[in-house]
T-cell receptor, first 115, second 112 residues
Framework: AQKVTQAQTEISVVEKEDVTLDCVYE???????LFWYKQPPSGELVFLIR??????QNEISGRYSWNFQKSTSSFNFTITASQVVDSAVYFC????????????FGKGTLLTVNP | DGGITQSPKYLFRKEGQNVTLSCEQN?????MYWYRQDPGQGLRLIYY???????QKGDIAEGYSVSREKKESFPLTVTSAQKNPTAFYLC???????????FGDGTRLSIL
């Protein structure tokens, strides 16, 4: 069975603050894939990043960075110098190699960035 | 433009009525998925299809039905057996296991 836990239901920050969204996962598969998606108020899910279980390199893309740690089964997402446009629900998702293409989503974290 | 197209954007269902949500894709994705999103619940998988004329139940398939007669189309029917259909429904397409799924803009279904 797969499980994704996003313990932070809602986070509120002031513009230009840094913010980290937590994601903890559980899987019995040795090969798996982790994803982050952004859901703005308009509703569509926007893909942000994919990480393979055998690649623990952290990644930075502009103001976004991701910290993957297999030892703690975590895949945290940090936004540096947050902006109002970052306000959205963010989902972490997991697909294990044996799960037949099925994505398991966390419940999401609502991020509100105030001006 | 390539993508996943869902229609309608908003849909209202009367008691005892079946309604069908449309999902079309021009990305040549083999796999397509239907998710239901409730406030605070995240996304839950309803049905998925990996090839034409084949589909499997997800975690919450009761009260729903699907078909996959063409690669491009994966419509979802919310039947009268689904007693709590009010939710946001998202359709997605995917190529293979390690690639991200691409999502449509969603359909918001409400009860009249």
């Amino acid at each position: 069975a797969q499980k994704v836990t996003q313990a932070q239901t809602e986070i509120s920050v002031v513009e230009k603050e840094d913010v980290t969204l937590d994601c903890v996962y559980e899987t019995r598969d040795t090969t798996y894939y982790l994803f982050w998606y952004k859901q703005p108020p308009s509703g569509e899910l926007v893909f942000l990043i994919r990480r393979n279980s055998f690649d623990e390199q952290n990644e930075i893309s502009g103001r976004y960075s991701w910290n993957f740690q297999k030892s703690t089964s975590s895949f945290n997402f940090t936004i540096t110098a947050s902006q109002v446009v970052d306000s959205a629900v963010y989902f972490c998702a997991l697909r294990g190699e044996a799960s037949n293409y099925k994505l398991t989503f966390g419940k999401g974290t609502l991020l509100t960035v105030n001006p | 433009d390539g993508g996943i197209t869902q229609s309608p954007k908003y849909l209202f269902r009367k008691e005892g009525q079946n309604v069908t949500l449309s999902c079309e894709q021009n990305l040549n994705h083999d796999a397509m998925y239907w998710y239901r999103q409730d406030p605070g619940q995240g996304l839950r998988l309803i049905y998925y299809s990996q090839i034409v004329n084949d589909f499997q139940k997800g975690d919450i398939a009761e009260g729903y039905s699907v078909s996959r007669e063409k690669k491009e189309s994966f419509p979802l029917t919310v039947t009268s057996a689904q007693k709590n259909p009010t939710a946001f429904y998202l359709c997605a397409g995917g190529v293979n296991s390690n690639q991200p799924q691409h999502f449509g803009d969603g359909t918001r279904l409400s009860i009249l």
